[in-house]
């Protein structure tokens, strides 16, 4: 089974923080994805890779940076957190082969005070 | 008005019943996803499907690319089947609507 791991579940940060969410997939895709989920928004896109180093703006890139040095593994970067980007995150995988859905992790519920 | 609209937002059942959650959009697509969404958060993909209808359990999910709409059905329904059901169009960068809450009661 395909493997996404979110490097934490919950997490509490200081407006003004820069803010690190990890993202690790373990069957080699090629895809991996950023959302982020807010009630009666549903998920939106924040980043994609397609491949290592290469990344793509998504919906609301504003307020957040990637980064995608290894294939496995997939950042997202709040450079200056605010209160507004309290919400949940989710990362997702995929494979570029046609036909193929996307793998999603657990989600991470960050809060900026 | 989004692209990808589902109906109903909310939905309760009694245990045993067969539901129905639509879902409607706008654009043309190369593949529509259903997707299911536990409390806690964890996402899990149920069917990706360009045409016709597919099954599994008690699950079947159709489509109808003319009329640019698919029906998620469950059958024979049961409190574990409460969830977030959230429908998605797109091959590798998807659009989603924004879920229908089902809540089962036993």
């Known amino acids: 089974d395909v493997k996404v791991t979110q490097s934490s579940r919950y997490l509490v940060k200081r407006t003004g923080e820069k803010v690190f969410l990890e993202c690790v997939q373990d069957m080699d895709h090629e895809n991996m994805f950023w959302y982020r989920q807010d009630p009666g928004l549903g998920l939106r896109l924040i980043y994609f890779?397609?491949?290592?180093?290469?990344?793509e703006k998504g919906d609301i890139p504003e307020g957040y940076s990637v980064s995608r040095e290894k294939k496995e593994r997939f950042s997202l970067i709040l450079e200056s957190a605010s209160t507004n980007q309290t919400s949940m995150y989710l990362c997702a995988s995929s494979s570029s082969s046609r036909g193929q859905p996307q793998h999603f992790g657990d989600g991470t519920r960050l809060s900026i005070l | 008005k989004n692209e990808v609209e589902q109906s109903p937002q909310n939905l309760t059942a009694q245990e045993g019943e067969f539901i129905t959650i639509n879902c409607s959009y706008s654009?043309?697509?190369?593949?529509l996803h259903w997707l299911q969404q536990h409390p806690g958060g964890g996402i899990v993909s149920l069917f990706m499907l360009s045409s016709g209808k597919k099954k599994h359990g008690r699950l079947i999910a159709t489509i109808n690319i003319q009329e640019k709409h698919s029906s998620l059905h469950i059958t024979a329904s049961h409190p574990r089947d409460s969830a977030v059901y959230i429908c998605?169009?797109?091959?590798?960068?998807?659009?989603f609507g924004e879920g229908t809450q089902l809540t089962v009661n036993p």
């Open positions: 890779s397609y491949d290592v180093k290469m990344k």
């Open positions: 998605a169009v797109g091959s590798s960068r998807l659009t």
């Open positions: 654009v043309g697509i190369s593949a």
